[in-house]
């Protein structure tokens, strides 16, 4: 009986440590819980100062010097794009991906760095063009981008596919407390809730 107490107190606190891990929104423009993180996009992704060529000597220079060598790849938008990106995460500029991802109606110019992890040894330095995949999230009743997804198969927006929308201009208020995100039925859930019944039946 103390064994299976133990391996129960063990499963249900791995079970909710999983679920606060995989817990993210399912769809776009829902309340974000990371608060920084369009600050934490921007920083990564648009970035004052940026080399201005493909130069490798001197995107190794510039990584070394902003901290960021423990990314393998990394992708740099221009600066000036900042209004257009902001705007894949409205119903205008993005339209929904899968999640809570939009993809951008127009494609994008940005270069993709691809450097050995922790040393900031530089592998290439690439210009792509492409739509852009990003998490959108609300932040301050704005929606806005938070995570910039990779795009290898060169995806292009669905046509059919819903557009990314404002909170403030979807045709609904936000709930207060926001959207709750949701959890998908997984073998550890169903597993645990049968130990439960079955401890509760042997008490």
Not at 28 to 52: D, E
Not at 96 to 112: A, E, G, H, P
Not at 156 to 181: E, L, M, V
Request: proline letters at 6%.
């Amino acid at each position: 009986m103390a064994a299976l107490r133990a391996f129960l107190t063990l499963a249900v606190g791995f079970l909710l440590g999983h679920q606060t891990f995989a817990a993210k929104n399912d769809a776009p423009c829902q309340l974000s819980k990371w608060n920084n993180g369009f600050n934490t996009f921007t920083k990564r992704h648009i970035p004052a100062g940026t080399p201005t060529s493909l130069d490798q000597n001197e995107w190794e220079k510039y990584i070394k010097n902003n901290g960021d060598c423990d990314r393998p790849t990394q992708s740099f938008l221009h600066p000036g794009d900042l209004d257009r990106v902001k705007a894949v995460c409205t119903d205008k500029g993005g339209a929904v991906y899968k999640d809570n991802l939009c993809i951008s109606r127009q494609s994008f110019t940005f270069v993709t760095v691809r450097s050995v992890q922790g040393t900031c040894g530089i592998k290439s330095v690439r210009k792509e063009t492409k739509h852009l995949i990003l998490a959108c999230e609300e932040l301050g009743n704005q929606c806005l981008p938070v995570h910039f997804e990779g795009n290898p198969d060169n995806a292009k927006p669905n046509n059919n596919a819903k557009g990314c929308q404002d909170p403030r201009t979807a045709g609904r208020a936000p709930s207060p407390a926001g959207h709750a995100p949701s959890y998908k039925m997984t073998w550890l859930w169903l597993f645990s809730v049968i130990l439960v019944i079955i401890y509760g039946y042997q008490n």
